[in-house]
């Protein structure tokens, strides 16, 4: 089991240019989520998939802000423009099931900078 | 709608010597609580959770935690810490009507275990 993967590990970009993160989850898991993670407001659920659809993306800070999953096996983060203030770690998870009994795998995170 | 609050941002501490983390939560229904630990450059790992039963729960490396319902609080403990248990740790609470293990996190406590 390799785990979540997340790519790039880190992300060094001019504020106005389009970032795109890369989540792969855990072979079988059929749930994925996005965090985010600041000083200054700790870990942020940005929004999450079930069986590659969205369901909950209130945690999507704007309208720069886009996720998809277009198969069981990949995910992206797209950021467009990007802004100083979107500096953070993204975080990736993913779950077997709707069960507590499945707990979140992390990933390692994408270190984002926007300058 | 739940949150969740970590009384200590940082906590110092002295190989050998015990260690508590302090979690209040605030819900309208009845919640699953997490604990989490993040390692250095790492993701967030499952540490120990309370779902129902016993209201002392224990994790493999000699943590546990207490649900205390009245106080609304899970309160993490270790009687003896190792170097290696430096870390961030991240309590959680998921409303349990809630699917997909959406978790909201605190702010998260990091312990720093000085030889």
């Known amino acids: 089991d390799a785990g979540v993967i997340q790519s790039p590990r880190h992300e060094v970009t001019e504020m106005g240019q389009e970032v795109t993160l890369r989540c792969k989850p855990i072979s079988g898991h059929d749930y994925l989520f996005w965090y985010r993670q600041t000083m200054m407001r700790g870990l942020e659920l940005l929004i999450y998939f079930n069986n590659n659809v969205p369901i909950d993306d209130s945690g999507m800070p704007e309208d720069r802000f886009s996720a998809k999953m277009p198969n069981a096996s990949f995910s992206t983060l797209k950021i467009q423009p990007s802004e100083p203030r979107d500096s953070a770690v993204y975080f990736c998870?993913?779950?077997?099931?709707?069960?507590?009994?499945?707990?979140?795998?992390f990933g390692n995170g994408t270190r984002l900078t926007v300058t | 709608a739940q949150s969740v609050t970590q009384l200590d941002s940082q906590v110092p501490v002295f190989e050998e010597a015990p260690v508590e983390l302090r979690c209040n939560y605030s819900s309208s229904v009845s919640v699953y609580l997490f604990w989490y630990v993040q390692y250095p450059n790492q993701g967030l790992q499952l540490l120990l959770k309370y779902l129902s039963g016993s209201t002392l729960v224990e994790s493999i490396n000699g943590f546990e935690a207490e649900f205390n319902k009245s106080q609304t609080s899970f309160h993490l403990r270790k009687p003896s810490v190792h170097i290696s248990d430096t870390a961030e740790y991240f309590c959680a609470v998921s409303d349990n009507k809630a699917a997909g293990n959406k978790l909201t996190f605190g702010g998260g406590t990091r312990v720093l275990v000085k030889p």
């Open positions: 998870a993913s779950s077997k099931a709707s069960s507590y009994n499945s707990p979140l795998h």
